[in-house]
C-alpha cells in the first residue's frame, strides 16, 4: 500500500526520462520536481509531528501551518522556473506540479473513503 501512498513521487520520478526525450524545459522540470519532492516529504514530517499534538488547536494550527507554507514553496518554485529560466520552465514547473497535485489529492480521498479523518475506513 506504500507504493500507492507515494504514487505522485513515482509520477514526478518517472516523467524524467520523458522530459529529456521530448525536448521540453528540463531546468522547469528539475525545480519543479525538487518543490514537490522536498515539500511532499517535509510535509509528511511536519503533518506526522502536527498529529501527535495533545492539544486539538495545535494540532489543526500545524496542519493548516503546513499546507499554507507548502503551497507558497511550491509557487515560489514555479516563479523561480520562469524568472530564473524561460516562460517554458514556468510553464514546465507549473504543469508537473499540478499532475502531481491531481494524483496526491486524488489518493487522498481515495484512502480516506472520501472523509475527512485520518482514521482507516472499514473494511
Not at 505522485?8 to 518543490?35: E, K, N, Q, R, S
Not at 516529504?41 to 495545535?58: E, F, I, Y
Request: charged share 15%; proline share 3%; net charge positive.
Amino acid at each position: 500500500m506504500t507504493f500507492v501512498r507515494y504514487l505522485d513521487v513515482l509520477l514526478v520520478l518517472a516523467t524524467a526520462p520523458f522530459v529529456l526525450a521530448a525536448g521540453m524545459p528540463f531546468f522547469g522540470y528539475l525545480v519543479g520536481a525538487a518543490a514537490w519532492l522536498l515539500t511532499r516529504v517535509g510535509s509528511d514530517v511536519l503533518q506526522a509531528k502536527a498529529m501527535h499534538a495533545n492539544d486539538v488547536r495545535l494540532r489543526a494550527g500545524g496542519m493548516v501551518g503546513v499546507m499554507m507554507g507548502r503551497v507558497w514553496l511550491i509557487v515560489l518554485a514555479v516563479l523561480l522556473a520562469r524568472y530564473a529560466g524561460s516562460k517554458n520552465d514556468g510553464i514546465m514547473a507549473a504543469v508537473l506540479v499540478l499532475a502531481a497535485f491531481t494524483v496526491y489529492f486524488m489518493l487522498t480521498i481515495v484512502q480516506r473513503g472520501g472523509r475527512l479523518d485520518r482514521k482507516p475506513s472499514p473494511s
